[in-house]
């Protein structure tokens, strides 16, 4: 993918997680989705077991699975159908993806010219905090803007 095309990407993804304002509402409920929706149905795990195929002592253990984050996607799919409910999968980031790539930039930027500041110094060649701060500024937009997996590599 090319970088700007990764960028806008990012901003996209960005838009589309910002609609879940409260993702706090859509964590797992402590006996999991599966048992408080069944539950708040009326339906008893062998008439669940009946509607999804499989026997009462299977229900229990996929409620047991999804409880402990054991169950597969497929299981929690199967379950949703049976249970007349979409099952709506996704990662939301904590903050937003563009402010954990620049916050990335800025690191990478920093521990480079911590590195050129160093080799200058020891020549007798010190930048001044004016100059210092330009040159990191051009940097971190050079990292941004092309902005791939090298951004992540550790220790570089």
Known sequence: ??????????????????????????????????????????????????????SQPRVVAIEKAEREGAITLASLERAAHALDCRLVYALVPRRPLEDMVRERAELRARQHLESASHSMALEAQGVGSADEQEQFERLVQRLLERAGSDLWEEGE
């Open 1 to 54: 993918m090319r970088p700007t095309d990764r960028a806008t990407a990012r901003r996209q993804l960005d838009q589309r997680l910002n609609r879940i304002s409260d993702a706090e509402a859509l964590a797992r409920p402590p006996r999991g989705w599966i048992k408080a929706i069944r539950e708040a149905l009326g339906l008893t795990t062998a008439q669940l077991g009946r509607r999804l195929g499989v």
